[in-house]
């Protein structure tokens, strides 16, 4: 008997994207009601608030907001010594573009000429790390996990701040130390730019001085990609209309230095006995080994199809419709790994769980995504939900002790509290 299959060039990418953003609507309702940070006096634009860099063959493009309108100027050094420069018209936003440089990196200096309060310098590092990607490690004493940050870049600093993670100018200060962010570092708040540009450097910053800080993707990082802009924050919206392109554009992981590094994270991580994911592992994906998972990742994010949901221009090779739902259900459906809910969400998954971490060989699973009051743990401790509905405003850390973790909830002030057990019927690992 022969399996009758959906001719390719009857699925067209427009009714695909109207199917995942109805997908989206009815596996989530309206997402889950979040505490809001306190609206600023004044919209912070300047500087990398509202940096876009993009990155084509052969040439750079960089557009920068003024604080306030004036004459803006550009300086590109390489090891030092400069190897572009220009002014740029008086306006309230700019925009130069350069021969890209043979170099590992560069450093931008820009702002507003005449104006001491709009001097900025950035660093762009054009060795992203090529497949496969590191994502699995061994032997780390101290793990902090941070889950959805959504644009708090004030509170997300003060965290760090508070558990010496960085010092005051924000380098990195945690020594050997693991930080982890689950994703969902986009939408809803009002500094998500910045928020990328501070975790893009601190990478680098972390990985001199020997610590990690590893950044994963969430729902929000792909919706953001894919042009679904339903829970981006008018302020940061500005962002995009000043530099007049469409919000995604500012993400585009073909083009965009932001969306490119992005677009090279994981979704699946282990840390020793930990595993770590955004919404995290149920059934439908526990037959995976994480480098598989973050390899399929990978592949799906650079082809054509994923492209085109945003890019309606974009060139489009006709896919066989199983693989194309097959990667539609990756990304977008209820049990995906960045859409999961239901060890948070339930309190009856335990023999679920259990068979996840036996076979990514884990004891414990760190989640987001579902937001909580208070980082907690249940399942016996074999469950750890780090989404907060103030978001950003606590962090998990976990300090091995002999075989087992010490637990601690760490917040914007005061020392590390021990992580109590949050006790539910039908959670014994």
């Not at 550009?74 to 030092?80: A, N, S, T």
């Not at 994010?301 to 085109?308: G, L």
Request: proline residues 5%; negative net charge.
């Amino acid at each position: 008997m022969r399996t009758r299959r959906v001719s390719p060039t009857l699925v067209a990418v427009p009714a695909v994207a109207a199917l995942v953003l109805a997908a989206g609507e009815s596996r989530t309702g309206p997402e889950p009601a979040r505490v809001r940070g306190t609206p600023q006096e004044e919209a912070r634009l300047h500087g990398e608030y509202g940096l876009w860099v993009q990155e084509s063959d052969d040439s750079m493009a960089v557009a920068w907001i003024a604080r306030e309108p004036g004459a803006g100027y550009l300086r590109v050094l390489v090891d030092g010594r400069p190897v572009f420069q220009a002014e740029t018209e008086p306006s309230s936003s700019h925009r130069a573009v350069f021969r890209k440089p043979a170099a590992a990196s560069m450093t931008l200096q820009y702002g507003v000429l005449g104006d001491p309060e709009d001097e900025h310098e950035t660093v762009i590092y054009f060795d992203l790390p090529q497949r496969p990607i590191q994502t699995e490690f061994e032997n780390v004493d101290t793990i902090f996990v941070v889950g959805d940050v959504h644009g708090e870049y004030d509170r997300l600093t003060e965290l760090f701040r508070n558990a010496e993670l960085v010092d005051e100018e924000l380098r990195w200060t945690g020594g050997h130390s693991h930080l982890v962010l689950l994703g969902d570092l986009v939408d809803r708040g009002p500094d998500v730019v910045k928020t990328l540009w501070f975790l893009y450097e601190l990478e680098r910053d972390a990985a001199r001085r020997g610590g990690r800080v590893q950044v994963m993707l969430g729902n929000h990082e792909i919706m953001a990609m894919i042009d679904d802009t339903r829970y981006v924050s008018s302020k940061e919206r500005l962002v995009a209309r000043f530099h007049g392109a469409e919000y995604w554009r500012l993400f585009d992981p073909r083009s965009s230095i932001l969306g490119k590094w992005l677009a090279s994270k994981p979704a699946l991580i282990r840390i020793d006995d930990v595993l770590l994911a955004h919404g995290g592992v149920g059934p439908a994906y526990a037959g995976y080994s994480i480098p598989e998972f973050d390899d399929s990742l990978a592949l799906f994010m650079s082809e054509d199809w994923f492209f085109r949901l945003a890019d309606t221009t974009a060139a489009y090779e006709p896919m066989d419709s199983v693989l194309l739902f097959r990667r539609i259900d990756f990304f977008f459906a209820d049990n995906s790994v960045f859409w999961y809910r239901g060890y948070v969400a339930t309190d009856t998954l335990a023999a679920v769980l259990n068979e996840v971490l036996d076979g990514f060989r884990s004891e414990i699973h760190v989640v987001g995504h579902t937001p909580v009051d208070s980082i907690r743990q249940t399942y016996d401790g074999a469950l750890i939900a780090v989404d907060l509905e103030e978001a950003a405003s606590q962090m998990l850390m976990l300090v091995r002790a002999s075989k087992s973790y010490e637990r601690y909830r760490c917040s914007l002030s005061g020392p590390p509290q021990p992580l109590p057990l949050l006790e539910l019927a039908g959670t014994e690992r």
